[in-house]
Each structure stands twice: as C-alpha cells, then as structure tokens.
C-alpha cells in the first residue's frame, strides 16, 4: 500500500533551518497537489504551506499560512517526483510534528488518492 515518506525533521536552534521532503513510498505513484501541516502538543493540526499540480515542468501555485509568510518556502520537483519544506529562521513556535498530505495518481490510471505521511517532528530550541 502506498505511503507518503517523509524526512528531514530535527532539532535546531531559534534561527536555524531545516528542509524538509516528502515523496510516495512506491515510485509509480506520482504527487499532485501537495500540502505540509503541523501539530504542536496540545493543539489542532494547521496547514503550513501548500503547492498545487499544474504539469511536470511547472512549479507550482503556493500558499502559506501568515505565520510562516517570507520564512517557509514550499517547493516541488516534479522530475524526482519530491515536495519540500524549506524553513529558515525557526522559532520556538514552529516547533511540532510536521505532515505530508498530498494526493497521488498512479501511473496509467486516472485514480488519484488522497494520503498523509507518518510526520516528522521538529524542534526548535530559544
């Protein structure tokens, strides 16, 4: 069964940065539109970024949550069939379990599933 993969999580200091990357755990099946999401303890899940599908040679429309607006970037190859989450100047605030949730189309079919990665924590220390 396919799955969303993802790594690149850690922990680092008030200012640093971390990338973080997602693809399907069988290359057959091919990301469409994409969104990174987090959970801190004790909180709901929020939408951090998210890129649309729009081709393979085209990068994508994004949209980011005001919180992350000018430190986060979101990001797709579509060629490696990978999505990213660059996030630079972290704070305290953004620590939390980061998710994957993308839909994906396997090859030489028309379906197309919705899926969510396993999360990646993220620490950011002051």
Aim: net charge positive.
């Amino acid at each position: 069964q396919v799955q969303l993969v993802e790594s690149g999580g850690g922990m680092v200091q008030a200012g640093g940065s971390l990338t973080l990357s997602c693809t399907t755990s069988l290359s057959r099946y091919k990301l469409r539109d994409a969104g990174w999401y987090r959970q801190a303890p004790g909180k709901q899940r929020e939408v951090v970024a998210s890129i649309s599908y729009r081709g393979l040679n085209y990068p994508g429309e994004t949209v980011y949550a005001d919180s992350v607006k000018g430190r986060f970037t979101v990001s797709r190859d579509n060629s490696k069939n990978m999505v990213y989450l660059q996030m630079n100047a972290l704070k305290p605030e953004d620590t939390g379990v980061y998710y994957c949730n993308a839909q994906a189309v396997r090859m030489f079919s028309s379906s197309i599933s919705d899926y969510w990665g396993q999360g990646t924590q993220v620490t950011v220390s002051s």
